[in-house]
């Protein structure tokens, strides 16, 4: 091996086929390793908590059971919405923001356990197992090689017939058993196919339970959203609003909040002077959605962002409300997901 290095020596090449699944197969190793790290990163994102899990599990014990942040911070919610008053607003509103908190953290274990089963453990399996059979094979070709090679050295510097002849036969022998290790050794190079198309189904049940946790908290957030813009807009009402303006962080999407201050405060008294006076006439204005809204029931009416509908007010109607119009189709929208156009 040091001649080989040292170019003093001629090395048995292997064939380019062999050459180009260990190229594969030490690829697929690395981004393997790289992939199934960063997704446990993603799924707990606390280093302490995933050592802590780490040295559990090489104990063969279970982690104790903790609180995740979605479920701490709902607990936390619901606690301060217990001490104000569950009757006030504000502890009302706690309360249900921290039960869909609670809600979130528990889809969040879902998809770690689910992601676990389906996802980590077969990559962690590979790395482990296979991979490690496929080094152990490809360290007795590197052996059965140099023995070739020492073995051809040898012949080559035979003078003596008898040492000649013996030479041979160690150099057939050496190659009988190099032809064979590498033989197994591409066998088990050519399972990296098989391992890729395992890979890929266990890819599809990760982004399938994504895709499921995802959903479950827009559906909780949604809900959540509908709960809260219910409330009496004298609810929703602080020190520097009227009790005619709705807080716009209740009840729009968080897409608004990167708006500077100044160009908030322009816009929010520009629509309620223009609410104001479409309220105190019979007249009808054209509005722009904002984003999308969702009828609750029959009476009220669906939204797509950017569309431009007809709204118009009528006696006895909530201060939060105005009735739009699209078509021949017509409905209660919210307030704050129009924008009045001139």
Known sequence: FTEEKLGQAEKTELDAHLENLLSKAECTKLWTEKIMKQT???????????????????????????????????????DAGNEFGPGTAYGNALIKCGETQKRIGTADR???????????????????GDYKTITKERKLLQNKRLDLDAAKTRLKKAKVAEARAASEQEVRITQSEFDRQAEITRLLLEGISSTHAHHLRCLNDFVEAQMTYYAQ?????????KQLGSFPSTFLSN???????????????SVLASASASLTSVSNSI????????KSSSGSRKARV??????????????????????????????????????NQKGK??????ELLN
Do not use: H
């Open 40 to 78: 446990e990163v993603l799924l707990q994102p606390n280093p302490n908590a995933r050592i802590e899990e780490f040295v559990y599990e090489k104990l063969d014990r279970k982690a104790p059971s903790r609180m995740n942040n979605p479920e701490l911070l709902g607990q936390y919610m619901i």
């Open 110 to 128: 879902e998809l770690i356990q689910t992601s676990a089963i389906n996802f980590l453990t077969p990559l962690r399996n590979f790395i482990e």
């Open 217 to 225: 908290c827009y559906q909780y957030m949604l809900d959540l959203q």
């Open 239 to 253: 020190n520097n609003q009227s009790s005619s303006t709705p807080v716009q962080s209740v009840s729009t999407p």
């Open 271 to 278: 629509v309620t002077s223009g609410i104001g006076e479409l």
């Open 290 to 327: 904002l984003y999308d809204y969702d009828a609750a029931n029959s009476s009220e009416l669906s939204l797509l962002a950017d569309e431009v509908i007809t709204v118009y007010s009528i006696p006895g109607m909530d201060s939060d409300w105005l009735m739009g119009e699209r078509g």
């Open 333 to 338: 929208v919210p307030i704050t997901y129009l």
